[in-house]
């Protein structure tokens, strides 16, 4: 293969929703985890999670089922956390993505990722980049950096900082109760 069709190969992270395949380019991910526990925040949309502990900073946690509205699944031994990091108005957000499982690293050239299929005006699928194939199954690409309103990135930067204050706030009281 030439260095020119190597630079067009794209490696995406291959996970599962129900039955259905979607994939997210792998530049967009950090690291993949075992489900842990995650703390709910109350008053908050459906689909966010809450957050978790990611080496003491609070991480919110979205469950792809619910936003992109799939019915809501049980979480299993294979129900893992994508860590992503987010680009939007030049800034990034580092959120969680709760997944029914992680597939593998796939790759695909421009030639073989169709676009996205019309919806009609009803259906927003402007997250969708495209649709790539394995074998016989469609595998649906996700644009991680359109998938979230400008608000719901806000409100992932709250909760984070939130989160984080509450660690912050538990870590100076243990460390006011400890002998001197």
Do not use: W
Request: proline residues 4%.
């Amino acid at each position: 293969m030439t260095d020119e069709a190597l630079k067009d190969i794209n490696q995406f992270l291959t996970f599962t929703l129900g039955k259905e395949i979607f994939a997210l380019d792998i530049g967009t991910v950090r690291e993949v985890l075992e489900l842990t526990s995650i703390t709910k925040i109350p008053r908050t949309p459906e689909f966010m999670r809450g957050v978790i502990n990611l080496r003491g900073h609070a991480v919110p946690v979205v469950d792809m089922r619910m936003k992109l509205g799939m019915s809501k699944g049980e979480d299993t031994v294979d129900t893992c956390i994508i860590i992503v990091e987010i680009e939007f108005d030049g800034e990034f957000t580092v959120m969680g993505a709760l997944v029914d499982s992680v597939r593998e690293v796939f790759e695909m050239t421009p030639d073989t990722i169709e676009p996205a299929p019309k919806m009609g005006a009803a259906i927003n699928a402007e997250y969708i980049k495209g649709m790539g194939r394995q074998n016989e199954q469609f595998i649906i690409i996700i644009d991680i950096n359109k998938i979230f309103s400008a608000e719901e990135l806000a409100m992932a930067k709250e909760l984070a900082g939130a989160g984080n204050g509450a660690e912050q706030a538990a870590a100076e009281e243990v460390a006011a109760a400890a002998p001197a």
